[in-house]
């Protein structure tokens, strides 16, 4: 009997489906959790955080990132474009070069480049950008600072390879040294 | 009697006082802002109002009205800081969002608009928001606008001329340029106050000054200061 009863239980499957949603994801697992590819033009190099993953914490990205989950703490990529999709609800301070808006930010953003807010965005917090764009029916409730971005730095001159000059202590070392020939 | 049907007829519902309760709403049809087109008017106020600004250089705006591109890049181009309030969507979650996890009470609806320091602001867009708020919201909103504008900031505001026409005709409005108002439809959105000169300048008898412009369209400017 109770092997039969073994032989009629369905093999173990493995669990396929993805980690509560409030468990925060750590450092260090990849964070590409959706097929979607919001910006058809870019994706190829962008990473991509889907709707269904909440994060606590703080977010560096070292390359363009799609944000379509929640995030609670601080998102920072000064060198890259981050997109906050549309069901993307970011309670974080943001800095990245370039944002675009399509989902709900509550927090403080600084964009190096370039803040893109579509319609259907909404944010509440303090801007600082060098550039702003705000479609018509985006929700917005907070200060905007238009920063001048800094002018870059132009690189040091590199050392040019001269031509030797002339040094004045041969002619020295030789007129002194006919002067000791000279005294002998 | 027949005479106040007819100009009810004609002219809608009539819109409270100030002062007084304000009256039932919904009694005026507008045509939805999809057919209404997008007006576009100078503004003498509007020119006054920059001409102060850029005597002065730097410092905060704030604006009551719609965030908008153009709004934003007009005052930001003057090299000055923009606040963007969103004021009537502030106001429609609090009288709509009561049962909806909006603000409860007046006090919770105060705690989260207009929430700066004192004289912050050097100037400010209050568009014709205050038209839309009841007499008891103007009566606590009007000391708290004056506590975050700095002495002599300058104020630029708008009310209609007519309450008659249009009162509930609601726009967004757009700085086309310095000199340049575009009013954008929106869904209609009764009056609740109504302001005639007297009223007006009773309302800002504490300011430094107060200037009217005459238009000839439905709305009258005015150009303060704190």
């Not at chain 1, 409030?22 to 190829?44: N, Q, W």
């Not at chain 1, 999709?85 to 800095?95: M, Q, T, W």
């Not at chain 2, 509007?46 to 001409?51: I, P, V």
């Not at chain 2, 708008?158 to 000199?179: C, K, V």
Request: proline residues 8%.
């Amino acid at each position: 009997m109770w092997n039969r009863r073994k032989e009629e239980e369905p093999p173990p499957r493995q669990a396929s489906y993805p980690p509560p949603a409030s468990e925060p994801a750590r450092e260090g697992i990849p964070m590409s959790t959706t097929p979607v590819k919001p910006m058809s033009a870019e994706s190829s190099h962008t990473a991509s955080i889907g709707k269904s993953v909440t994060f606590k914490g703080q977010l560096f990205s070292r390359e363009d990132l799609f944000f379509d989950g929640e995030i609670e703490g601080s998102i920072e990529m000064p060198e890259h474009r981050l997109t906050i999709g549309p069901n993307g609800k970011v309670s974080a301070g943001i800095k990245a070069r370039e944002i675009v808006v399509l989902g709900t930010i509550n927090g403080n953003v600084e964009a190096g480049d370039k803040l893109d807010i579509r319609k259907e965005a909404r944010l509440l917090g303090d801007i600082r950008t060098a550039r702003i764009v705000i479609e018509d029916g985006a929700f917005f409730k907070g200060s905007i600072d238009i920063v001048k971005p800094e002018p870059q730095k132009a690189p040091p001159p590199q050392p040019r390879p001269q031509a030797p000059a002339p040094t004045p202590s041969a002619p020295v070392a030789a007129t002194a040294a006919q002067a000791g020939a000279e005294r002998r | 009697m027949i005479k106040d049907r007819l100009r009810s007829l004609l002219f809608g519902e009539p819109a409270a006082r100030v002062g007084a309760t304000p009256r039932a709403q919904g009694a005026v049809k507008t045509p939805a802002p999809a057919e209404r087109a997008t007006l576009v008017r100078s503004s003498r106020g509007l020119e006054q109002f920059f001409l102060v600004l850029k005597e002065r250089r730097g410092g905060s705006i704030l604006d009551l009205g719609e965030s908008s591109q153009a709004n934003i890049t007009a005052i930001t181009s003057l090299g000055f800081r923009l606040s963007s309030e969103n004021f009537l969507h502030s106001l429609d979650a609090y009288t709509n969002g009561r049962a909806a996890g909006g603000p409860r009470d007046r006090e919770e609806f105060l705690s989260q608009i207009l929430q700066y320091p004192a004289a912050h602001f050097d100037g400010a867009l209050l568009w014709n928001c205050l038209e839309y708020l009841t007499p008891e919201l103007l009566e606590t909103l009007m000391p708290r606008l004056k506590e975050i504008l700095r002495p002599r900031a300058v104020v630029y505001a708008l009310f209609h001329g007519d309450y008659r026409r249009g009162q509930s005709e609601h726009f967004a409005f757009r700085i086309q340029d310095t000199r340049t108002l575009t009013l954008v439809p929106r869904s209609s959105r009764p009056v609740q106050l109504q302001f005639n000169n007297r009223s007006l300048e009773r309302l800002f008898s504490d300011y430094h000054s107060v200037k009217f412009f005459l238009t000839r369209d439905a709305y009258r400017e005015l150009l303060l200061q704190r």
